[in-house]
């Protein structure tokens, strides 16, 4: 059974940068394609970032263009989100998906293996 284990998050001041991680247990997961979503107190799961497993394409959210960055290291099997210029409305939970071929890169639905969420706050 694939697991993903996100690090990295934290309390941060508005203006700050932080790198999240996300490690995969198994070797299977080097060719998936694998997302980044998150979840804002008392709101829905949300779409962040997505790349496909050779790298080639990314995709981001309209709200994090610009501030975002999505990447992996197929060596390790691991993806980051590094997240600069940070707002109080992005603090949430974050969580890190992966997918063989899923249709629809920014819909949850579409991805079957999850990890546990890491908490990021933005605040001062």
């Known amino acids: 059974q694939t697991q993903l284990v996100e690090s990295g998050g934290g309390l941060v001041p508005p203006g700050g940068s932080l790198r999240l991680s996300c490690a995969a247990s198994?070797?299977?997961?080097?060719?998936?394609?694998m997302g980044w979503f998150r979840q804002p107190p008392g709101k829905e799961l949300e779409f962040v970032a997505a790349?496909?497993?050779?790298?080639?394409?990314?995709y981001y959210a309209d709200s994090v263009k610009g501030r975002f960055a999505i990447g992996r290291d197929r060596a390790v099997n691991s993806i980051y989100l590094q997240m600069n210029s940070l707002k109080p409305e992005d603090t949430a939970v974050y969580y890190c998906?992966?997918?063989?071929?899923?249709?629809?890169?920014?819909?949850?639905?579409?991805?079957?293996?999850w990890g546990q969420g890491t908490q990021v706050t933005v605040s001062s």
């Open positions: 998906a992966a997918d063989t071929m899923p249709q629809d890169m920014s819909a949850a639905s579409e991805y079957t293996y």
């Open positions: 198994d070797r299977t997961t080097t060719n998936y394609h």
């Open positions: 790349i496909t497993w050779k790298g080639g394409n990314i």
